[in-house]
């Protein structure tokens, strides 16, 4: 009489086997789970970067729409903002901004800054635009815009621009050359 213990032997192996496909498998499954949490949440930190640049950079455009935010009777340095900033270095609170930027959430602050020389030559054109007989008169100013959404959960830019203001000609001025 022999008796084959085959069967159970193999048993207990494969079992054994079994489980550690299975742990392989849940560790994979969780390290997957993790990357795509923290992907989700890169992704959401990017949207809410360009959602406040392009909130920023709409407070720039509603600042350039209006001219009277350019006042050219000022003395550089001059700083002008909005009447809800809470920014204290500026000169007078009466800039205004175009109708719409003003940001639903996060606060917005706007500043426009006069910079020196007070009057100075617009810059080279291209060659093509240049025109060597005429000169303008500019003034220099600076757009400086900070959004901030961090409290909302959304993000933050701050952004500055430049803008030149064409001067009108005058005869005291030399016939528009400065």
């Known amino acids: 009489m022999t008796h084959c213990y085959c069967g159970r032997q193999q048993a207990g192996v494969v079992l054994l086997v079994s489980l550690l496909v299975l742990l392989v498998m849940g560790i994979i499954a969780t390290t997957v789970a993790r990357t795509n949490q923290l992907q989700l949440h890169m992704a959401g930190n990017d ?3 360009i959602a406040a640049m392009q909130r920023a950079l709409a407070a720039i455009d509603g600042v350039i729409a209006r001219p009277a935010n350019f006042r050219t009777d000022v ?8 009447a809800i900033a809470a920014t204290e270095s500026c000169d007078s609170h009466s800039l205004t901004l175009a109708q719409g ?5 996060g606060q917005l602050e706007v500043v426009v800054q006069r910079l020196a020389p007070e009057i100075g030559r617009m810059p080279v054109l291209t060659e093509d635009a240049a025109n060597s007989t005429v000169h303008y008169r500019v003034a ?4 400086q815009v900070v959004y901030d959404g961090t409290a909302d959960g959304g993000g933050r830019a701050a952004l500055a621009q430049g803008v030149l203001v064409r001067l009108s000609q005058s ?3 030399g016939g528009g050359i400065p």
């Open 47 to 49: 949207e809410a970067r």
């Open 75 to 82: 003395a550089a340095g001059h700083q002008m903002c909005t």
């Open 101 to 105: 930027v003003l940001p639903a959430t």
């Open 140 to 143: 220099k100013f600076e757009v």
């Open 171 to 173: 005869a005291s001025a």
